[in-house]
C-alpha cells in the first residue's frame, strides 16, 4: 500500500519535471525530461583511475554518455595520470548551483568549478584563488569527456565547420620532452618512450568557440560554446579505453572566473525512456515462476495488460497468455511493475508483448539450463591458462608468457594494489631470478598477473566442483610438458582435474621455491602492466640483464637490457599460508589416482605450510591478514562451508544450523522489498556479480538439505538476474551458452577488439550515485561492470552446476 502511494506520487510529479529548464532536484543533480547533469556526485578515487565515472557528468536520454568534467593536467588524461581531490562540494539551492573544490596535492593546485542552471543550459565556471602553478602553466584546463560508442561516426560543428566523429583513433600526435609531463600516479610512467626521453601528446581534432556535437542524433546533440578556445581530443590515442576530450586551457596568471563554459544538452520534447523488459534470455523450465519485472522511466504510464505470444514451427504467432501488470514501485529513478506468467508451462518459443515493446523470443522448455557452465569450464578457463600456449580451431588465443621466468622484487610500491618491503622475506636478492615460477596458474582477470589468493581460491572452487559434481567433461586437452592446449580436443582427462593440477602446479612452485605463498606475480613496470594483445609478447622473453643497455639483445640471445620480466612480490602472509595449506590438503585429495606424485607434494607442503604458518602466528598474534576473508567471498560464504559439512555430519548438527537457514529464506524474503528484483543488488564500485552467485550456490543447498524452509521456486531467483531479469538492459551478464541475447563486451584481454571471451560472467549492475544504474554493452573498457575474474567465473561454475544439480533432483 505505502508503495502503492509513493508509486502515484512518482507520476504525478511529472507535471512539475516536465517544466522546460534545468532543476536542481532532491537528489542534488540538475535535471530536466531526457537530462540529468551530475557535478560531482561521484568523485574521483585515485586508484586505479579508470573508471571514467567521475567529475561533472551528463546521463542524456538514460546513457551516461558524458563525465571526466574537472580541471586536468592533460589533454587526453589517460588513466593513472592525477586526478583532482575532491576538497569539499557546496549545493547552493537559492543560486541554483553546485560548487566544488578540486586539488592537486602534488602541486600545491587548487580550484573550484561552479555549475549553475541557466535555463536549458549549465553554466560552467572555474575560478582560482591562486594563479596555475608556474609548472602546470598550459598544462591545466577544464576538461569534459564524451562516451567514443556513443559519438563516433556522429557528426559534429566547430564554429559551424562540419565533421564526423572517426570510429577508429586516426588524428595527430607529436612527441615532448618527458620533463614536461606533469607527474602521474605515485610517479609510474604508462608508457615506454623507447629511450627517447619523450611522451605523446595528441593533437586537437578541431579547435574553435562553439560546438555541437551529435548534430544527426537529437538523443546525443549537446551544444558547447566559450569565450575560451575549445580544443576537441581523441583520447583513443593513448589509450584504447580513451574518450573524446573536449578542453580548455586556464590562462596563466590570473586568478578570479578564469573561464567559462555553457553546456547545453538537447533534450527531446517528452521523451520516455523506452520499457526494459527484464527476463531470462535462457528461458525458463515449465515448473518454475516465470516473472518478467519491467522498468519504467517515471513518466511513463504503466500498461494493465502484458501478453505472452508463443512462435508455432508453422510460422504463425499465437497469445499464450495475458494477465495483468502488478505494481512494484520506485526503486531509485525508476518505477517497476511485474508480469507472471508462471502457469504457461508448454514448451515453446515465447516473446513478451508489453504496450509497444516486445521482447527477443526464449525458450521454455526442460533442458533450458543444461548448457549454461559449458562455455566457461569449455573456453573461459583454458583461454586463462597461465605459461601455456592455448589455441582453438584455426585461432591462437596466446603463446607461452613469461618465458622468462619471474624475478624477485625489490622493494617496490605497486600499481596493483601490492608492494615489497625492505626485507623480501626469502634467500633471493633484488632482481634475482627465482627459479620455476613460470608453470602453471591461472591469468587473474583482464589483466595477466597470478594474484595468489586469487589462484587459491580457484583451485579451492575447482576442488569442489570435482567432489560434489564429479564432472567427467572432457573437452580440453593439457599437455604440460609440451605447455600446449588446445580447445575442444578431448584428450581422456577430466579437463577439471587438469584445471585442478594447472592451478597447483604454479601454487606448489610458490610454496617450494620460494618457502612460502607469495602476494602475487605481477609485472614490474606499468607500461606492461595495461597490456592488451597476445599474453605472450608482454614481455620480451628474455632475462633481464642490467648490464646491458635498455633495448640491447646480449649475442647468445638470450637476455636483454630490457627491464621487463615479472616480479615476484614475496611479503609472507602466515593468514594466506593457512588458506594455501587448506587448498593444497583438498588439492592432494582430488589428484589422487590421477596424479599422485603431485598429490604427495601438496600434502607435504599444506603440512609444513600450516605448520608454520601456526608457530609465525603464534608469534606475531596482533598482525593481520592482509585480505580478511570477508572481502573476497561475502557474508553468506560461513552459511556455505557450514552446508558443505552436512554429508559428513550428524542429525543434530543439521538441526542446530536450521535458524541460520531460516535467517535466509527471511533475508531472501527482504530482498523482494528491498527492490523488484529479490537479490542482493551491490552498490559499490565493483558490481555484485561474484556476491549474487556465491548466495545463488548458497540457495540450491540450503534447499536441497532444508527443502521445508527454502522452497525449490527460491533457486532460480539469482539464474533470472544473470540472463537478464535486471535494470538498464536485459541481456544475459554470461556470454554463455543458451542465452538469446547475451551481453556482447566485456572487460576481458580482447576487450581493444570490442568483443569477450565466451563463458565470461561480468560483475554486471554498477551503482553510480545519487540513483543510476547502468552496464554498457558498447563500452567494455569499464571493469567495475564489465570484467571477468577468474574466481568469479569459477564461483559461477559451481553456481552453475550446484543449480543444475537441484534442478534434475
Ligand atoms: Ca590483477
Ligand atoms: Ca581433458
Ligand atoms: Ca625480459
Known amino acids: 500500500m505505502m508503495r502503492k502511494l509513493l508509486f502515484t506520487a512518482a507520476i504525478s510529479c511529472c507535471a512539475y519535471a516536465s517544466a522546460q529548464d534545468l532543476k536542481l532536484n532532491e537528489q542534488e543533480y540538475f535535471e530536466r525530461q531526457g537530462v540529468n547533469i551530475l557535478v560531482f556526485s561521484n568523485n574521483f578515487n585515485g586508484g586505479f583511475n579508470d573508471e571514467k565515472n567521475s567529475g561533472i557528468e551528463i546521463i542524456h536520454h538514460g546513457v551516461r554518455t558524458v563525465q571526466g568534467g574537472a580541471v586536468r593536467l592533460n589533454n587526453t588524461p589517460e588513466q593513472w595520470d592525477l586526478v583532482p581531490k575532491t576538497v569539499s562540494r557546496k549545493v547552493n539551492r537559492e543560486n541554483g548551483s553546485i560548487e566544488v573544490t578540486m586539488r592537486y596535492d602534488d602541486y600545491d593546485f587548487e580550484s573550484r568549478a561552479v555549475v549553475t542552471a541557466k535555463g536549458k543550459a549549465v553554466e560552467i565556471a572555474v575560478w582560482l584563488d591562486k594563479p596555475v602553478p608556474d609548472a602546470l602553466a598550459g598544462e591545466a584546463g577544464f576538461n569534459i569527456e564524451f562516451l567514443p560508442s556513443q559519438y563516433w561516426l556522429k557528426t559534429f560543428t566547430m564554429d559551424g565547420r562540419l565533421n564526423r566523429l572517426p570510429r577508429y583513433a586516426t588524428s595527430q600526435t607529436i612527441t615532448r620532452p618527458n620533463n614536461e609531463k606533469p607527474r602521474q600516479f605515485k610517479g609510474f610512467k604508462t608508457y615506454d618512450d623507447r629511450g627517447t626521453d619523450k611522451f605523446v601528446d595528441p593533437l586537437p581534432l578541431e579547435t574553435g568557440h562553439r560546438l555541437l556535437i551529435a548534430t544527426d542524433d537529437p538523443e ?7 569565450d575560451t578556445e575549445l580544443k576537441l581530443y581523441d583520447g583513443r590515442m593513448l589509450a584504447q579505453n580513451g574518450w573524446f576530450v573536449l578542453r580548455s586551457v586556464l590562462p596563466k596568471g590570473k586568478t578570479g572566473k578564469v573561464l567559462t563554459w555553457t553546456v547545453e544538452p538537447h533534450a527531446i520534447p517528452g521523451w520516455i525512456r523506452k520499457p526494459n523488459i527484464g527476463f531470462s534470455q535462457i528461458g525458463y523450465i515449465p515448473e518454475q515462476p516465470k516473472v518478467a519485472v519491467i522498468e519504467l522511466d517515471k513518466n511513463d504510464q504503466p500498461q494493465t495488460t502484458a501478453t505472452l505470444m508463443r512462435l508455432n514451427p508453422d510460422g504463425t504467432t499465437e497469445k499464450a497468455y495475458t494477465g495483468n501488470i502488478q505494481t512494484w514501485g520506485p526503486y531509485y529513478k525508476y518505477n517497476y511493475v511485474k508480469f507472471d506468467f508462471s502457469s504457461v508451462k508448454q514448451p515453446g518459443v515465447y516473446y513478451i508483448q508489453y504496450g509497444n515493446s516486445k521482447t527477443n523470443d526464449f525458450l521454455i522448455d526442460d533442458h533450458v539450463y543444461d548448457k549454461i557452465t559449458d562455455a566457461t569450464t569449455d573456453v573461459w578457463v583454458p583461454i586463462h591458462m597461465n605459461h601455456m600456449y592455448v589455441t582453438e580451431g584455426y585461432r591462437t588465443w596466446h603463446g607461452e608468457p613469461f618465458k622468462e621466468g619471474y624475478l624477485q622484487a625489490p622493494p617496490s610500491d605497486h600499481f596493483d594494489l601490492h608492494s615489497q618491503s625492505e626485507d623480501t622475506d626469502t634467500k633471493y636478492k633484488p632482481l634475482e631470478l627465482i627459479p620455476g615460477l613460470n608453470v602453471g596458474g591461472f591469468f587473474d582477470a583482464g589483466d595477466f598477473d597470478i594474484e595468489t589468493s586469487a589462484n587459491i581460491s580457484v583451485v579451492e572452487n575447482f576442488v569442489r566442483t570435482w567432489e560434489l559434481f564429479k564432472p567427467m567433461r ?52 606499468l607500461d606492461n602492466y595495461h597490456h592488451l594483445g ?13 648490464a646491458l643497455k635498455p633495448y640491447e639483445v646480449s649475442a647468445d640471445g638470450k637476455s636483454s637490457g630490457t627491464p621487463d620480466d615479472m616480479w615476484a612480490f614475496t611479503n609472507r602472509d602466515p593468514y594466506q599460508d593457512l588458506d594455501a595449506a587448506k587448498m593444497f590438503v583438498a588439492a592432494s585429495r582430488a589428484l589422487k589416482g590421477y596424479n599422485d606424485q603431485l598429490a604427495e607434494r601438496c600434502l607435504k607442503q599444506s603440512k609444513r605450510l600450516k605448520a608454520e604458518a601456526e608457530e609465525l602466528i603464534a608469534k606475531n598474534p596482533n598482525k593481520k591478514p592482509r585480505f580478511p576473508m570477508s572481502w573476497m567471498q561475502g557474508n553468506w560464504w560461513t552459511l556455505q562451508e557450514a552446508l558443505d559439512s552436512i554429508p559428513m555430519m550428524d542429525e543434530a548438527y543439521k538441526e542446530k544450523l536450521r535458524p541460520r537457514v531460516e535467517a535466509l529464506n527471511k533475508a531472501l524474503q527482504d530482498f523482494d522489498k528491498q527492490n523488484p528484483y529479490g537479490v542482493p543488488i551491490g552498490l559499490g564500485n565493483w558490481a555484485g556479480g561474484n556476491f549474487v552467485v556465491s548466495i545463488g550456490t548458497t540457495i540450491c543447498y540450503a534447499h536441497l538439505y532444508y527443502p521445508d524452509i527454502i522452497k525449490k521456486d527460491e533457486i532460480y531467483r539469482v539464474a533470472n538476474w544473470l540472463y537478464g531479469c535486471h535494470p538498464y538492459h536485459n541481456y544475459s551478464f554470461v556470454a554463455v551458452v543458451g542465452a538469446a541475447r547475451p551481453k556482447q563486451v566485456f572487460y576481458g584481454n580482447n576487450r581493444a577488439d570490442f568483443s569477450f571471451i565466451p563463458g565470461n560472467m561480468a560483475p554486471g549492475l554498477l551503482f553510480r550515485q545519487p540513483d543510476h544504474f547502468e552496464n554498457f554493452d558498447d563500452w567494455p573498457f569499464l571493469w567495475g561492470q564489465n570484467e571477468g575474474t577468474i574466481a568469479g567465473n569459477t564461483q559461477y561454475i559451481i553456481f552453475g552446476s550446484a543449480l543444475k544439480a537441484v534442478i534434475k533432483k
Open 220 to 226: 546525443r546533440l549537446i551544444t558547447i560554446s566559450s
Open 534 to 546: 597476445d599474453a605472450a609478447s608482454i614481455t620480451d622473453g628474455l632475462h633481464y640483464d642490467p
Open 474 to 525: 572432457d573437452e580440453t586437452f593439457v599437455s604440460e610438458d609440451q605447455r600446449y592446449v588446445e580447445l575442444h580436443r578431448p584428450d581422456g582427462v577430466p579437463d577439471i582435474l587438469q584445471f585442478i593440477e594447472h592451478g597447483v602446479l604454479n601454487l606448489l612452485a610458490q610454496a617450494e621455491q620460494i618457502g612460502h605463498m607469495a602476494q602475487t606475480l605481477s609485472n614490474s613496470v
